[in-house]
């Protein structure tokens, strides 16, 4: 057996335990022999001396986890040095990227992911400690929907509820079925063809909310309708996932079913608590927060990031998703008077740890691996910009709406979302998908993340030019009809 087994053996022994194995050992063979092993064990037993394997820990799914200092006889405060130094790094390079795009007039999301993809394991390699850094970045994806759920109108997702929710369900299964009837055509299996479908339905919240925010879009009508749309494909994500294992050959079709149904319930069951403590508990507490910091807004800012947490964790313990939770928890804030204020005290984390998010994300991205298929992926990225586009677009106009209206919200929803990642590893572990597709999903989806930006900037362009071919009316025109669409759907749900 090898030395690190017999360490860990002895590690588990009493004190009393080793001196008695000691004792029969001296009894049982010659002094020199005896002083022999025991040197080995006491050698073993220093942790002061270990080598470098007790600074590695290693988990259940074979992540790495680095630890700067080692383990020692005596309780001591653990500080992991190579973490800070990662997120030092992270934070200065996307600081960086962020100036000089801004700088040259470009969307700084593109700072941050190009920023990224240099310092990760794809570039530079100056992130070591990839597992914890992401872990990190998850917090972006939290407070940028927390702070989406400040600002959203309760009135206006009523109002573009049908399309958000009925119009985002219809997206996802016509990817699935033009993806499976496309894979059946090629001779490919049919549920890699479905995963695909589900992949690509898949749009960023992330960046598109950012985007919108940006250009004080969101409360618009496309950017209502672009927003609810995401929001319920965050939701469909946990349906995605009890998908997986049916394509996967994994579990039977009815054992899927039952997961989906189960999930179905338990959304049920968090959304009436979620509306029960609208009213009852939430306006309760924001206002005796208010009253307790009256003299500094630290607890208050505190209270709303615990509440927003607390709402996330337990969206997440009950099958859900992290997402859900936190953007819950904003809308709950938001149907009170202290929406503004709470906002106001939450936007500076959350552009922090969104700056970190989007640079994480950017962290995925192989530089060498898009320099060397840059043609294949930049094909890839347009078929499915122009997919995507047309099927938001057609979608969007069934439900009412004008063709200015849905162009935009067909090109907002146009790129693959960074959920998709998760997606992409938990079809990979049930070897939905392996080897060269997996390579061109990543790549395809990492390129689509990186382009979206530019083609956020390219939409005023297309509206102007589907004005001058009279392919839909002027701005002024378009805003009086949006203006009527959202009368005539206020109207429908009456």
């Not at 020692?72 to 973490?83: A, E």
């Not at 047309?390 to 959920?419: C, D, P």
């Amino acid at each position: 057996m090898s030395k690190q087994y017999w360490r860990l053996w002895l590690k588990l022994l009493t004190r009393k335990q080793r001196r008695m194995i000691l004792r029969k050992l001296s009894k049982k063979m010659p002094i020199y022999a005896f002083a022999t092993i025991s040197s080995k064990i006491q050698d073993m037993l220093n942790l002061e001396n270990d080598g470098s394997d007790d600074t590695t820990l290693i988990d259940n799914d074979h992540n790495r986890y680095v630890m700067s200092n080692k383990k020692s006889k005596y309780p001591v405060l653990q500080v992991d040095l190579r973490l800070i130094s990662d997120l030092v790094v992270v934070v200065v390079s996307a600081a960086i990227g962020g100036i000089i795009f801004s700088c040259l007039g470009q969307p700084v999301i593109v700072g941050y992911l190009l920023a990224g993809s240099l310092i990760g394991p794809g570039g530079l390699q100056f992130i070591s400690e990839m597992v914890q850094v992401e872990t990190f970045a998850q917090f972006g994806v939290v407070f940028l929907l927390f702070a989406l759920g400040l600002e959203f109108s309760l009135t206006k997702l009523k109002v573009v509820g049908p399309v958000a929710v009925f119009g985002g369900l219809l997206q996802i299964v016509i990817l699935m079925f033009l993806c499976g009837s496309t894979a059946m055509l090629c001779g490919a299996k049919l549920s890699e063809g479905i995963f695909v479908g589900c992949f690509l339905s898949m749009s960023s919240t992330a960046v598109v909310v950012k985007f919108l925010v940006e250009r004080n879009s969101n409360n618009l009508l496309h950017g209502q309708v672009t927003i609810g749309t995401l929001i319920f494909q965050d939701c469909a994500v946990g349906l995605l996932f009890a998908l997986l294992p049916v394509l996967g050959g994994n579990s039977g079709i009815l054992h899927g079913m039952f997961s989906m149904g189960k999930l179905l319930v338990t959304l049920s069951v968090y959304l009436a608590c979620a509306s029960l403590l609208t009213w009852s508990f939430v306006p309760r507490f924001l206002k005796l927060m208010i009253q307790i910091s009256s003299q500094t807004s630290e607890l208050y800012q505190l209270a709303a990031v615990a509440f927003c947490l607390l709402s996330a964790w337990c969206s997440d313990k009950l099958g859900l998703s992290l997402e859900l939770g936190s953007f819950a928890a904003g809308v709950m804030i938001s149907t009170t008077d202290f929406a503004q204020h709470t906002l106001d005290q939450v936007e500076p984390i959350r552009n922090l740890f969104a700056a970190l998010f989007l640079s994480s994300i950017g962290m995925l991205i192989n530089v060498h691996f898009l320099w060397t298929h840059v043609d294949i992926l930049l094909a890839s990225v347009i078929l499915v910009i122009v997919v995507k586009t047309t099927v938001a677009t057609a979608v969007t106009k069934t439900f009412g709406y004008n063709i200015r209206t849905s162009v935009v919200v067909g090109l907002l929803l146009a790129q693959i979302g960074e959920f998709a990642f998760v997606l992409l590893s938990r079809a990979s572990n049930l070897h939905l998908v392996e080897g060269r597709m997996y390579l061109l999903l990543l790549g395809t989806t990492a390129f689509s993340l990186v382009t979206t930006p530019v083609l956020f900037k390219l939409i005023p362009a297309v509206m102007h030019l589907g004005v001058l071919m009279h392919w839909f009316p002027s701005e002024s025109s378009g805003q009086t009809e949006e203006k009527i669409s959202v009368i005539e759907a206020h109207n429908r749900l009456l």
